[in-house]
C-alpha cells in the first residue's frame, strides 16, 4: 500500500528565511507525488508535481522540490519565506491505477515578521 | 477556463437529516473525485466518478452516496446526518484518463455542520 508521512505538523520560518517542509513516501511502485497548499477557508491548489520526468521539480510562487529514490523522500522547499507563504501544505501520492489521492496529515507554516 | 466549482459553500444541518451536495468540474474533464476533510481524520477519499460510473471508492458507510451527471457534475448525498460528519467537502476534477499521473483540480469546497 502507498502512503505518504510529513513531519512536523507545524514550522515556522522567519520572514525571508528558508522554507523546507518534509515528505516522506512509502511505494513499491514508482509513484507520483504532488504537494498541495491550502489557505484558510479555501480547497486545495496545486503547487507541483512528480511524474518521473525530473527529479527536480519547479512548481509555482518560488516552491520547488527534489525527488530522492534512495531517501523515498519529496520535500518542498522555497529559498526565501514570505508572509504569503503561510498556509497548510499537504503531500499527496496518486495510489498506483486507483485515480485516488492519499494525502499526508498536513503541515502548517507560520511565516515570522 | 473556469475551475472547479462546489454549491453550496456552507451548509447547517441537524442530525438524521440528509443533504446532497454539489460540483461543476472543469470543462473537459471527466473525473471527479470527493474527499473528506476533518481536522482528525485529515483528508480522506470517498469516491471517484467517471464517465457516470462510480470507478473508486473509499472506506466511508453506505450513507455516503454520490452520482454523475452525463456533463460531468456529480453531486455527493449524506442520509442520516451523524455530528461527525461535520467537515469540509472537497471535490475534485482531473482529465480521468492519465492514469496515476492524473492531475487533481479542487475546488473552495463545502463546509457543511451538523448540530
Known amino acids: 500500500a502507498q502512503s505518504v508521512t510529513q513531519l512536523g505538523s507545524h514550522v515556522s520560518v522567519s520572514e525571508g528565511a528558508l522554507v523546507l517542509l518534509r515528505c516522506n513516501y512509502s511505494?513499491?511502485?514508482?509513484?507520483?507525488l504532488f504537494w498541495y497548499v491550502q489557505y484558510p477557508n479555501q480547497g486545495l491548489q496545486l503547487l507541483l508535481k512528480y511524474t518521473s520526468a525530473a527529479t527536480l521539480v519547479k512548481g509555482i510562487n518560488g516552491f520547488e522540490a527534489e525527488f530522492k529514490k534512495s531517501e523515498t523522500s519529496f520535500h518542498l522547499t522555497k529559498p526565501s519565506a514570505h508572509m504569503s507563504d503561510a498556509a497548510e501544505y499537504f503531500c499527496?501520492?496518486?495510489?498506483?491505477?486507483?485515480?485516488?489521492?492519499?494525502f499526508g496529515t498536513g503541515t502548517r507554516l507560520k511565516v515570522l515578521a | 477556463k473556469a475551475g472547479v466549482t462546489q454549491t453550496p459553500r456552507y451548509l447547517i444541518k441537524t442530525r438524521g437529516q440528509q443533504v446532497t451536495l454539489s460540483c461543476s468540474p472543469i470543462?473537459?474533464?471527466?473525473?471527479v473525485s470527493w474527499y473528506q476533510q476533518t481536522p482528525g481524520q485529515g483528508l480522506q477519499f470517498l469516491f471517484e466518478y467517471f464517465s457516470e460510473t462510480q470507478r473508486n471508492k473509499g472506506n466511508f458507510p453506505g450513507r455516503f452516496s454520490g452520482r454523475q451527471f452525463s456533463n460531468s457534475r456529480s453531486e455527493m448525498n449524506v442520509s442520516t446526518l451523524e455530528l461527525g460528519d461535520s467537515a469540509l467537502y472537497l471535490c475534485?476534477?482531473?482529465?480521468?484518463?492519465?492514469?496515476?499521473?492524473?492531475?487533481?483540480?479542487f475546488g473552495p469546497g463545502t463546509r457543511l455542520t451538523v448540530l
Open positions: 470543462s473537459g474533464h471527466r473525473s
Open positions: 511505494s513499491s511502485v514508482p509513484p507520483y
Open positions: 499527496a501520492v496518486s495510489s498506483s491505477g486507483t485515480y485516488k489521492y492519499i
Open positions: 475534485a476534477s482531473s482529465p480521468g484518463d492519465k492514469g496515476s499521473t492524473d492531475t487533481q483540480y
